[in-house]
């Protein structure tokens, strides 16, 4: 056996040795880890399931409440939705909390729904959910509270940019017009209009109000475009400048009157022998 081959040997079983000793020394440390790896995508797994199950009977259970709302039995509806918030998983009780505000707002309890939204816009961690509580607070103080009441909610709301700007413009323009302060009101109104991004439903809803201001005497007519106006002069001299020189047909002679006719005279009538 040639030297090379007894040093090969040699160093092959130091290295088992080592291998031997260190698997002796650090194996529980190594089947503990790989157990506890195990056990955490196992962990993370069921609580995923856990987690989608109770989302999804969640959501049943909103679905039946908006079902009870739509047939009349608010009741019910109000019921359902309390055990929602109360036991339900993820997002699903806060958007229950929005529809149980609604359903206070649509029986006529609106101070009660105005509370409701605004305890949404002071818990809820998503600022446009916090907006969203806030403009239907707002929409709600139009008829029952004043022009302050619905400024508090609404009046950073309408700021460009916002994506709920144009709900909070028609909202504040509805109270200012209660409160008579119609230049406002149509500052807000035409705000809405002007905005590219308004939908026309919106739009054509914001053209009934001013053409109800309009109606009333409180805003004056919107003033004319001169400079239109007088761009289409121009056009018109340019166009009557161009256009072909014609000669005026003859005037027809003038016929003469017919004479009236005489009337018959009509023959004597013979009195009666009767």
């Known amino acids: 056996m040639s030297q090379d081959n007894i040093f090969r040997e040699v160093d092959e079983e130091l290295r088992?040795?080592?291998?031997?000793?260190?698997?002796?020394?650090?194996?529980?440390?190594?089947?503990?880890?790989?157990?506890?790896?195990?056990?955490?995508?196992?962990?993370?797994?069921?609580?995923?399931?856990?987690h989608a199950n109770n989302a999804a009977n969640s959501s049943d259970e909103l679905y039946a409440a908006f079902d009870l709302a739509n047939g009349g039995d608010i009741a019910a509806a109000q019921a359902q939705l309390d055990?929602?918030?109360?036991?339900?998983?993820?997002?699903?009780?806060?958007?229950?909390?929005?529809?149980?505000?609604?359903?206070?707002?649509?029986?006529?309890?609106?101070?009660?729904?105005?509370?409701?939204y605004d305890a949404l816009a002071i818990d809820n961690s998503n600022q446009r959910?916090?907006?969203?509580?806030?403009?239907?607070?707002?929409t709600l103080l139009v008829d029952t509270g004043t022009l302050a009441?619905?400024?508090?909610?609404?009046?950073?709301?309408?700021?460009?940019?916002?994506?709920?700007r144009n709900a909070a413009r028609e909202a504040l323009g509805l109270a200012q017009y209660k409160a008579g302060d119609f230049p406002a009101a149509q500052a807000s109104f035409e705000a809405v209009v002007n905005d590219p991004q308004s939908q026309s439903t919106v739009r054509n809803r914001m053209g009934y109000y001013l053409a109800q201001l309009l109606s009333e005497g409180a805003i004056a007519p919107a003033p004319t475009d001169k400079a239109a106006e007088d761009a289409a002069a121009a056009v018109q001299d340019i166009i009557g400048d161009d256009a072909p020189a014609t000669t005026p047909a003859p005037a027809p002679a003038a016929t003469p009157a017919p004479q009236a006719a005489t009337p018959a005279t009509p023959p004597p009538v013979e009195p009666s022998l009767e």
């Open 149 to 164: 009441d619905v400024q508090q909610r609404v009046e950073t709301i309408a700021a460009e940019g916002n994506p709920l």
């Open 129 to 138: 959910l916090r907006e969203l509580a806030l403009v239907l607070a707002g």
């Open 83 to 116: 055990t929602l918030i109360a036991d339900g998983s993820g997002s699903y009780p806060m958007l229950a909390q929005f529809k149980q505000a609604g359903l206070l707002g649509k029986d006529g309890k609106t101070a009660e729904a105005v509370a409701a």
């Open 16 to 50: 088992s040795d080592r291998m031997r000793s260190f698997w002796r020394r650090f194996a529980p440390y190594i089947i503990g880890a790989a157990g506890l790896v195990v056990v955490g995508v196992a962990v993370n797994e069921g609580w995923s399931w856990y």
